[in-house]
């Protein structure tokens, strides 16, 4: 079974510019969350998409947002780019949504890089 | 709100020496708990996981035991290789939307030959 595959996996973009990201999950996975990496922050949680619906956002500011399409494929994007958007952007997929714990499958990341 | 703590790196051992990642948490409740390797260039790769109190994780010869009398979850491993070099993140499912997991700062290893 193939695993997460994330497009692209690196972007140099500059202060102003917006952005798409994408992240195709597990087959038969209806959950997409997105996480940020910084060396400063950490790992920090985005948002959650299942089947289609947000289901749960962390403390970023309004320029990003998401979706998730029919087919589980989440795509993320970040408007009005700024110097400290540049990140390690990862994308996990699991089973199932819910206040259980599903166990997720991170997906290799895209760099991105705001000049 | 929910918090990790990890200790910080990085941490460089011989090979064949013995391994303690120190983790703690804060949470409301009792939320699973994770360790997870990061090796360059990748994504993230869940280790092992403990889901209730006292309940041992154990994968590829690492070990965590989930203390809730002190809130932690430490890992451990008895003798490092240097293929074991990597970023480890310590984290925990939040209770209201199970999906959302809150990770420490991480820890780097370097295992030297």
């Known amino acids: 079974k193939a695993g997460v595959t994330q497009t692209p996996r690196y972007l140099i973009k500059t202060r102003g510019q917006q952005v798409t990201l994408s992240c195709s999950p597990i087959s038969g996975h209806r959950s997409v969350s997105w996480y940020q990496q910084t060396p400063g922050q950490g790992l920090q949680f985005l948002f959650e998409?299942?089947?289609?619906?947000?289901?749960n956002k962390g403390n970023f500011p309004g320029r990003f947002s998401g979706r998730q399409f029919s087919n589980s494929r989440s795509e993320m994007n970040v408007s009005t780019l700024e110097l400290g958007d540049s990140a390690l952007y990862l994308c996990?997929?699991?089973?199932?949504?819910?206040?259980?714990?599903?166990?997720?499958?991170f997906g290799p990341g895209t760099r991105l890089t705001v000049l | 709100g929910n918090s990790v703590t990890q200790m910080e790196g990085p941490v460089t051992l011989s090979e064949e020496a013995f391994l303690t990642i120190n983790c703690t948490y804060t949470a409301t409740g009792y939320p699973s708990l994770f360790w997870y390797v990061q090796y360059p260039g990748e994504g993230l790769q869940l280790l092992l996981k403990a889901t209730k109190a006292d309940d041992k994780g154990s994968n590829k010869g690492f070990e965590a035991t989930y203390r809730k009398e002190t809130t932690s979850f430490h890992l451990e491993k008895g003798s490092v290789q240097v293929s074991d070099s990597a970023v480890y993140f310590c984290a925990l499912s939040d209770q209201e939307y199970g999906n959302k997991l809150v990770f420490g700062a991480g820890t780097i290893l370097r295992v030297k030959s």
């Open positions: 998409y299942f089947s289609e619906t947000q289901r």
């Open positions: 996990a997929s699991s089973s199932q949504g819910g206040i259980s714990y599903n166990e997720q499958f």
